[in-house]
């Protein structure tokens, strides 16, 4: 039997009389220097789109044209503070040391002379309609000055300050020059208006003290600041027309802030986040992250989302026309939420796709679709590799084999040697067993149209992705002629993948390189997109007859939209014929007429279903039902996500030295963590002092007799009805669940070591199971470990409990452990690599085929959960360890199948639908 956490605290006496607990503080260190973490920010330019930060992990200094680009120089690389210019041609900053630095677009930066004696700042910030008001805090002194031009690159600093305040913290002046907002020592607001001097901001009852302002607006009436004592951001708005007022403007995603600025038109809002993020704030949107360069373009954040990926030397622009005609498309529009994403070609292609991994999961998007270009489809299949998902990734001419003219002799930064052809990223990417898994979801076109097929960048038999394409026998010939005549090819897609490629070309229409780089784009690309998206292709594969029109000299593009199209039938899909370039289509699906025909000699067909992009959540929550291979397997040979201490997604009590940092395991209430697929659940049931029956982590330690410690969570009644809601729903109906019950405790009667349930506790329990579950429950099977999914299903979703009790056989739906034969060792460590070693030499050595639980899970030591106790939340906790193995979960698949060793259960706290595909890609390969 697994033990608690809390077991650690029989040594806590000891320690308590000598330890005053030491905190560590973790936050994320950055994946890149330049990109991850801020500290300043700064906004100008007409439009508000000249956004200069500096950068905390190295205090570079980067402006933001999509991506940051670093606008360090030679003579200084670290920078203190910033400001831009309401027209956006002027920068000013404070470097190391104090220095006044200004950069002018096409001059760079220059050094201002000072005059004097004022030569060390530490707050600097530009305003006036021709950015001439300069206004800064010395550091010194902390008084307040305005710059005055005397020469180039000269200036006085004039003495602004007042007898009333003489150390000031932050200012910021608008656009307009008329008015500056500083926050005075003592956190007080002042305004300084021309002619009037200094006048105090009369405090709220809300926000009493602050310690950044930013002012923007065309009048300079759009006031925003910080509040010091809590770190929230307030906007300075007038209410009913009488007073003004701090209208709290934070953000339950960062509701922390440590700097902010305002744009000159006041429309948008730019803040760091504590955990030094980056935010942008516009009315219509509220607050989005943008440290990630994920940016959306059309807003329907409940609907499905479509990331567009730029090519090499882009950005966003390169998908303008192709947007705008997508957004007149009112099916497209109520279908899907579409955003853009932007990088720095320079850096490694790897990088890029854990960034874009890191953002995606950032705005908490599932499976999104992304339509790529170029090196962005190589953006998007590294994503893919290291643990990102797709519903459906679609590119366009991206050198998956690489380009030729990337040479790998020449090229001087890492993101183009990796489009070297047969560089080390290529080779490793197109034999990577997470990308191969993911193909069925690709979507490839290539090429340049009409004869030619080298448009001097992408080739199209690199563009083909050839040995996903792969699909016929006996034509190593025609391919390696093909190679011979149009360019070498890497070698090792030659001999894995001998294609014909004059077949390929008739499998996918062909779009150019150069039709995305040309601004007059026609609507080639558009088509595709708005069409494709609806359709789901499987090889090899068509329906017999029930086609009701034909089509000829057709592209698969083609018929698609001529499905959408048709009016005289309700189309549900097409077979394209491969060699002939003809299409039927069909009023049927797959499940109309009991399956599709696959025994097609030479692969003839391609069958393409008409599909309703479900809600990201749907797809996880029937990922059994999808799936024939698992319906015609059986437990034993699948597997399957499981929750460790599923109950504990809440705490309601806590005894004394338990918390939620010690004891809480998940997140997610029983009906989420089943929406995200999770199927096997560890169940923990506890009657309370007041005899109600909850799920808990407790546990009893007998030393210095601190007696039962821990918290509860949900309560039973509250587990039952989250799986009955899940069963009794229309959506999945071929799902196996499996409730794994141990560690009962009965708290009102016993509180000591031997807190077991009795007879009645488990007829209690058992009653409250089948009184809810009963129709639901697997009974009288005591072999369903080695039964057919399909059989145990076929009236719908079932329910496997078992008690870590004797005496259950089953005949009313309530098993002994016993039946479960399991494995269920976890590694008792907070280091990664000691559990993550322990776990797979455990698997590997489980000669016994008993039923397997690999448990990712990383355990507090006893110095963490001793501060726990003591500081509550300001520990190391459950959760941060949590983190870490979670970051990792993909590699449980790439183990896995390296070794042909596979787990029955993926065992985890804090769970997700990560966890769930982990374990689809691991039955993908058993």
Request: glycine share 6%; hydrophobic share 35%; with cysteine.
């Amino acid at each position: 039997m697994k033990k608690t956490n809390l077991c650690i605290l029989s040594s806590f006496l000891i320690l308590l009389s000598t330890i005053f607990v030491s905190q560590s503080y973790s936050s994320d260190s950055p994946l890149f220097n330049d990109l991850s973490l801020f500290n300043k920010v700064s906004i100008g330019g007409p439009s508000g789109n000249e956004v200069w930060a500096i950068a905390t992990s190295i205090e570079y200094i980067y402006n933001y044209e999509h991506y940051w680009i670093e606008k360090g120089t030679s003579k200084v690389k670290t920078f203190i503070d910033v400001s831009v210019s309401p027209d956006g041609k002027t920068i000013w900053a404070v470097a190391a040391g104090n220095k006044m630095w200004k950069y002018t677009r096409g001059k760079g930066w220059s050094k201002i002379l000072e005059r004097r004696n004022v030569s060390s700042f530490d707050k600097v910030s530009v305003g006036g309609p021709n950015g001439d008001e300069v206004w800064a805090i010395a550091s010194s002194t902390k008084y307040i000055y305005k710059g005055k031009k005397k020469g180039i690159n000269e200036y006085d600093w004039i003495e602004k300050s007042t007898s009333k305040v003489k150390t000031f913290i932050d200012v910021s002046v608008s656009p307009d020059g008329k008015t500056i907002w500083a926050v005075a020592v003592g956190n007080k607001m002042w305004k300084y208006t021309r002619g009037k001097g200094w006048f105090k901001i009369s405090d709220s009852n809300k926000v009493p003290m602050f310690y950044k302002v930013s002012v923007g607006g065309p009048n300079g009436n759009e006031v925003w600041a910080i509040a010091a004592s809590t770190n929230l951001i307030y906007q300075y708005v007038m209410k009913d027309n009488k007073k003004y007022d701090w209208i709290e403007k934070s953000t339950s995603k960062a509701g922390t802030f440590i700097d902010v600025s305002v744009s000159p038109d006041g429309k948008t809002i730019w803040a760091v986040a504590v955990g030094n993020k980056m935010w942008k704030y516009t009315s219509d949107k509220g607050w989005l992250p943008l440290s990630d360069n994920l940016e959306e373009v059309y807003s329907n954040p409940n609907k499905t989302p479509v990331i567009f990926i730029h090519g090499k030397g882009d950005s966003p622009r390169a998908w303008m026309k192709i947007l705008e005609k997508l957004r007149k498309e009112t099916d497209f529009m109520n279908k899907y939420n579409v955003l853009t994403f932007t990088y720095d070609d320079h850096w490694a292609i790897n990088d890029i796709g854990s960034l874009l991994k890191n953002q995606i999961e950032a705005r908490g998007i599932i499976r999104p679709i992304i339509v790529a270009h170029s090196m962005g489809g190589l953006v998007s299949r590294a994503y893919i590799t290291i643990g990102g998902s797709v519903t459906k990734l679609i590119t366009f001419a991206s050198p998956h084999y690489g380009s030729s003219i990337q040479g790998c002799s020449w090229a001087p930064y890492p993101g183009w040697k990796d489009m070297c052809v047969n560089s080390d990223f290529l080779n490793a990417l197109n034999s990577n067993y997470r990308d191969k898994s993911f193909r069925d979801q690709y979507a490839v076109w290539a090429g340049e149209k009409g004869t030619t097929t080298y448009d001097g960048t992408v080739n199209t038999q690199s563009a083909w992705l050839c040995d996903y394409l792969c699909g016929l026998d006996n034509c190593e010939t025609e391919w390696r002629k093909q190679v011979e005549t149009e360019g070498q090819l890497n070698n090792k897609c030659i001999t894995d993948c001998p294609c014909d490629s004059s077949i390929t070309e008739r499998y996918y229409e062909n779009i150019s390189h150069t039709d995305f780089l040309n601004p007059d784009l026609n609507s080639t690309g558009y088509s595709y997109i708005a069409h494709l998206l609806n359709y789901k292709r499987t090889r090899n594969a068509a329906i017999k007859g029930h086609n009701r029109r034909k089509l000829t000299n057709v592209t698969p593009a083609d018929c698609a939209k001529a499905c959408d199209e048709e009016t005289d039938f309700n189309c549900k899909s097409f077979d394209y014929h491969k060699y002939t370039k003809k299409c039927d289509l069909c009023d049927k699906q797959a499940s109309d007429v009991g399956g599709l025909k696959t025994d097609y000699p030479n692969n003839p067909y391609d069958h393409y279903a008409r599909e309703t992009i479900k809600d990201n959540q749907d797809f996880f929550s029937r990922w059994m039902s999808n799936d024939n291979k698992i319906q015609n397997s059986s437990l034993n040979e699948i597997t399957l996500p499981g929750a460790h201490d599923a109950g504990m997604g809440k705490t309601v009590s806590c005894t004394s030295f338990a918390n939620d940092a010690s004891t809480k395991t998940q997140d997610k209430s029983m009906l989420q963590m089943l929406n995200s697929g999770i199927r096997y659940f560890d169940i923990r049931p506890i009657i309370n002092h007041d005899g109600k029956m909850y799920l808990g982590h407790y546990s009893w330690i007998s030393e210095l007799g601190l007696g039962n410690k821990g918290c509860l969570g949900y309560s039973v009644d509250e587990m039952l009805e989250d799986v009955k809601n899940f069963v009794s729903s229309s959506t999945p109906n071929k799902e196996v669940i499996i409730l794994k019950m141990s560690h009962f405790m009965n708290l009102k009667k016993y509180d000591n070591e031997n807190s077991h349930f009795d007879n009645n506790d488990f007829k209690q329990l058992r009653k409250a199971i089948i009184f809810k579950l009963g129709k639901y429950l697997v009974k009288g099977n005591t072999n369903f470990l080695n039964t057919p999914i399909k059989n145990l299903t076929k009236n719908g979703v079932k329910v496997i409990v078992t008690f870590d009790a004797d005496g259950y056989d089953g005949s009313d739906g309530i098993y002994s452990q016993q039946y479960l034969n399991l494995f269920d060792e976890y590694s008792n460590t907070n280091d990664f690599d000691t559990m993550k070693k322990d776990q797979f030499e455990k698997m590997i050595n489980n000669t016994s085929s008993k039923y397997f639980v690999l448990s990712w899970t990383l355990t507090l030591d006893a110095k963490q959960a001793i501060n726990c106790a003591i500081s509550g939340s300001r520990c190391t906790s459950i959760k941060n360890l949590a983190d870490i193995a979670n970051a990792n979960v993909h590699v449980i698949p790439e183990e896995s199948i390296k070794d042909k060793k596979y787990p029955n259960v993926i065992y985890a706290d804090f769970v997700s639908s990560q966890l769930t595909e982990a374990a689809m890609l691991i039955n993908k390969y058993r």
